[in-house]
């Protein structure tokens, strides 16, 4: 199929070039200057990481991905025979699937920089972007219009993995909510805990319990890294006593970051609601799972490729 088609396809349902970027900037990185035109939050990261890295942007993505941080950000071949779905395109998962694939072959990640929980995003290394360019692969990247609520987004692909009752949605970012709460399917926190790892097969599972019983009825799922005080303020709103999050502790290398989570913690404290931080890789991981059966009905074969 051609890549052409594929990045329409995919555009239809998660439009690159959405508006409202102080809101978002409000939401992701309160601390940061807000000077960019475009409303991507990773559109201050991608550059500094790389600029650190030593490593040329523009010499390696495309264009518009360059103003958008959102859709193709390298292409190959036009024509397109299998599509490889990683959460994060760090430099393991990304030699493990290069090792495999062919010319033409498109990598879709959530992602357009690597990470790890403690030290916070990585660029794509140059080595592996050579290599990249060597083999003429596609990379296509979807990050906050990837997280809008939908059959695909991360939050609700979450919750139905847990066996969640939805009830309802929060979190919105220029008012698209992003987030899901609803009736957990056990009533009790550490049993919740077991789903979660059974199911995704997350490892380090942060637990704080806030409440003086460990008794749960409804909870609020945002996966990724979005432990943020006026989330777990609105979810409190909605009657949730649990939050279900990606990355939910204090030691972190970043230091907007590290402060968010010190203020959300401190808020959950305050309003008594249990914390449940799955990892930022584990609770997305069945969202790009499931964008292997999007690109099935659109007629690509995919695979998701896990870390």
């Given at each position: ?15 690159i ?11 992701f ?44 950000m ?25 090792s ?14 690597g ?8 660029p ?60 957990p ?12 790892r ?10 704080i ?6 008794k749960?009825e ?11 005080e ?18 939910a502790?204090e030691?972190?290398k970043?230091?907007?970051?590290k ?10 404290r ?11 890789y ?19 074969e ?6």
């Amino acid at each position: 199929m051609e890549l052409k088609h594929i990045c329409g396809e995919l555009e239809k349902v998660f439009p690159i070039d959405v508006a409202g970027h102080n809101e978002l900037l409000n939401i992701f990185l309160p601390v940061t200057t807000k000077s960019a035109h475009n409303y991507e939050p990773l559109s201050f990261i991608f550059p500094a990481i790389n600029h650190e890295a030593g490593i040329n942007v523009r010499k390696y993505y495309e264009k518009q991905f360059l103003r958008y941080y959102n859709g193709l950000m390298i292409k190959g071949e036009n024509e397109v025979s299998k599509i490889f779905c990683v959460v994060f395109p760090n430099t393991g998962v990304m030699c493990e699937v290069l090792s495999r694939c062919g010319p033409g072959d498109l990598i879709f990640t959530h992602h357009c920089c690597g990470f790890e929980e403690k030290k916070g995003f990585l660029p794509i290394s140059r080595e592996v972007l050579e290599l990249i360019r060597a083999k003429r692969v596609s990379v296509y990247s979807l990050h906050v219009p990837f997280d809008f609520n939908g059959p695909w987004s991360p939050s609700v692909c979450l919750a139905e993995t847990l066996g969640m009752e939805l009830e309802g949605e929060f979190a919105p970012i220029v008012n698209k909510p992003t987030g899901v709460f609803g009736t957990p399917p056990v009533t009790d926190l550490h049993s919740l805990v077991s789903i979660l790892r059974i199911r995704t097969g997350a490892e380090e599972i942060t637990v704080i319990g806030n409440r003086k019983n460990l008794k749960i009825e409804r909870i609020a799922v945002i996966a990724g890294g979005r432990a943020y005080e006026n989330l777990v303020e609105e979810a409190h709103g909605h009657g949730c006593d649990t939050f279900l999050t990606g990355t939910a502790i204090e030691d972190v290398k970043i230091d907007t970051v590290k402060k968010a989570n010190e203020r959300f913690l401190q808020k959950a404290r305050e309003l008594e609601i249990n914390v449940i931080g799955g990892g930022h890789y584990y609770t997305e991981k069945p969202a790009l799972e499931r964008m292997t059966e999007f690109f099935s009905r659109i007629g690509v074969e995919a695979e998701f490729v896990p870390e």
